[in-house]
């Protein structure tokens, strides 16, 4: 589950780049403000890719998918994109746990076979 999570955070990482470059565009916003928001939430991304296995670390990576498609009020196509990286956060989690539970069934069938050996 760890590899599945963390390659989706890498790829928010450069979606939350990618995203903070289309907002700096608006005259709106700030500069700053921006690259704030966005280098806090591309940290984030990057951090949470040690804590996944930890406790509460599932719970801030779906805070960091409703943070994703919440920047869809700033940049519209976040709305897609946030939506988009919310079902792979679910898949990775998902099939994760399925490959993790037949790598352990897969480890303890070749530590039987090999103490009956």
Do not use: N, Y
């Not at 590899?3 to 450069?14: D, K, M, N, R």
């Not at 509460?56 to 998918?65: D, E, P, T, V």
């Amino acid at each position: 589950m760890r590899t599945l999570c963390a390659s989706t955070l890498i790829g928010e990482f450069f979606v939350l780049g990618f995203a903070g470059l289309v907002a700096m565009k608006d005259p709106a916003l700030d500069m700053g403000t921006v690259w704030a928001v966005c280098g806090v939430l591309m940290a984030v991304s990057v951090l949470l890719c040690g804590m996944i296995t930890r406790p509460g670390g599932l719970q801030l990576g779906w805070a960091l998918q409703i943070a994703l498609i919440v920047s869809g009020l700033v940049v519209p196509i976040m709305f897609f994109l946030g939506a988009l990286f919310a079902g792979l956060w679910w898949a990775s989690i998902h099939f994760g746990r399925k490959i993790d539970e037949a790598k352990a069934k897969w480890a303890a069938q070749q530590e039987a076979e090999a103490s009956s050996a």
